[in-house]
């Protein structure tokens, strides 16, 4: 068990639809990062916060959000879902954003 | 961004040990060098990390040239856990240092045979 958790572990909704992801970091780790992963493109950096400050964006769609709140929670919004938009979605969380990381076991989106 | 190159699997037998091989020929001086592994249908694991000295832990031994262009995860006994996709990364900060990409690659598919 990482300590970061990430809920709900199971989605399935229809195209057109928005969904909120939510992870809740390790104690004590300031940085939460976003990962997507689908079988034909591997592990996806979509965006980083530290401390409640968005610190990366990687390929994230502008349909696509998140956000970091005061007690270090995150949540990441998909909205306009597409079947493209299955996949897995990692949340990982540090202490600070140079040292390793420790990721959640995930949440399957599955678009229909 | 800095770049790795991993072969894209490999084969190994249980309780032999495991030499996991990364070249990154363009790493610059304040790059980390970080393993992760992931295990099927679970979220990547942090395995070890470094920066010029070789390290080890409980999970693995990192062994770092001296010119840090490659570097090797050692397995010292496989197990049939060990079976997973294994990532070298470049943690590599911004200009200023007020951030670090981890960026994953394809890694190498580790295969365990008992």
């Known amino acids: 068990d990482s300590g970061v958790t990430q809920t709900p572990k199971h989605l399935i909704t229809a195209t057109g639809q928005r969904v909120t992801l939510r992870c809740s970091p390790r104690s004590g780790d300031l940085s939460v990062y976003w990962y997507q992963q689908s079988l034909d493109q591997g592990l996806q950096f979509l965006i980083q916060y530290y401390n409640g400050e968005e610190r990366a964006k990687g390929n994230i769609l502008e349909r696509f959000s998140a956000q970091q709140f005061p007690d270090l929670h995150s949540e990441l919004n998909l909205s306009s879902l597409e079947l493209g938009d299955s996949a897995l979605y990692f949340c990982?969380?540090?202490?600070?954003?140079?040292?390793?990381?420790?990721f959640g076991q995930g949440t399957r989106l599955t678009v229909v | 961004d800095a770049k790795t190159t991993q072969p894209n699997s490999m084969e190994s037998n249980e309780e032999e040990p495991v030499h996991l091989p990364c070249n990154h020929s363009?790493?610059?001086?304040?790059?980390?060098i970080h393993w992760y592994r992931q295990l099927p249908s679970q979220g990547p694991e942090y395995v070890i990390h470094g920066l010029t000295s070789n390290v080890n832990n409980r999970m693995a031994s990192l062994a770092i040239a001296e010119d840090r262009k490659s570097s090797t995860l050692i397995l010292h006994r496989a197990t049939l856990r060990d079976a997973a996709v294994y990532y070298c990364?470049?943690?590599?900060?911004?200009?200023?240092?007020?951030?670090?990409?981890?960026?994953f690659g394809k890694g190498t598919l580790l295969t365990v045979n008992p």
């Open positions: 990364i470049l943690r590599v900060p911004n200009s200023g240092g007020s951030n670090y990409k981890l960026t």
């Open positions: 363009t790493i610059s001086g304040t790059d980390y």
């Open positions: 990982a969380s540090s202490v600070r954003i140079n040292t390793e990381a420790f």
